[in-house]
T-cell receptor, first 114, second 114 residues
Framework: DGGITQSPKYLFRKEGQNVTLSCEQNLNHDAMYWYRQDPGQGLRLIYYSQIVNDFQKGDIAEGYSVSREKKESFPLTVTSAQKNPTAFYLC?????????????FGSGTRLTVV | LAKTTQPISMDSYEGQEVNITCSHNNIATNDYITWYQQFPSQGPRFIIQGYKTKVTNEVASLFIPADRKSSTLSLPRVSLSDTAVYYCLVGEEIRDTGRRALTFGSGTRLQVQP
């Protein structure tokens, strides 16, 4: 079955550490996205990528970095510069970055700073 | 300025029809209106999308008036499993890029009672 796989489901980070969240899709979608969700809130766009080797900052990119070396993969690194990283992270993909195409979401990674 | 406005929460009972209205006064000519459903600790799931008039699928209907400044998601005969957060979205330009992505507000929290 086609879909998006995020791993790990739960992740714990110590203060000052960088951690990388994995996102893989086998939908042959061109565009991929990372969102952050805090308790009781909506999703906020961190980064998105329209094609391989291209990505753009969203509304809250500070403290995060991404890469898009393969069409199927869009990993997100939460760096030590992100002061409040505890949140639920969601990866999504769509056929095109044109906003009218529906998004398919992964099941999310819950990151906790310990 | 919020792109969309929808009620924070709604309550209903099993078997009733639920209508959730969303306003999007500044919708762009090319934007579609898309609704997603999200359960706790899961990624949002696409429900329905439309451009104008009425769209119906196996789970919901979407009503869009001629001026497209609002839309109503209609869920027929809800059950307990429809308890979730529902998001109304239109495309929004990513700051300084000219590109568009979906922006999620806080959504409408629907609680279905037995």
């Amino acid at each position: 079955d086609g879909g998006i796989t995020q791993s790990p489901k739960y992740l714990f980070r110590k203060e000052g550490q960088n951690v990388t969240l994995s996102c893989e899709q086998n939908l042959n979608h061109d565009a991929m996205y990372w969102y952050r969700q805090d308790p009781g809130q909506g999703l906020r766009l961190i980064y998105y990528s329209q094609i391989v080797n291209d990505f753009q900052k969203g509304d809250i990119a500070e403290g995060y970095s991404v890469s898009r070396e393969k069409k199927e993969s869009f990993p997100l690194t939460v760096t030590s510069a992100q002061k409040n990283p505890t949140a639920f992270y969601l990866c999504a993909s769509s056929m095109s970055s044109i906003a009218n195409y529906g998004y398919t979401f992964g099941s999310g990674t819950r990151l906790t700073v310990v | 300025l919020a792109k969309t406005t929808q009620p924070i929460s709604m309550d209903s009972y099993e078997g009733q029809e639920v209508n959730i209205t969303c306003s999007h006064n500044n919708i762009a000519t090319n934007d579609y209106i898309t609704w997603y459903q999200q359960f706790p600790s899961q990624g949002p799931r696409f429900i329905i999308q439309g451009y104008k008039t009425k769209v119906t699928n196996e789970v919901a209907s979407l009503f869009i008036p001629a001026d497209r400044k609002s839309s109503t998601l209609s869920l027929p005969r809800v059950s307990l499993s429809d308890t979730a957060v529902y998001y109304c979205l239109v495309g929004e330009e990513i700051r300084d890029t000219g590109r568009r992505a979906l922006t999620f507000g806080s959504g409408t929290r629907l609680q279905v009672q037995p």
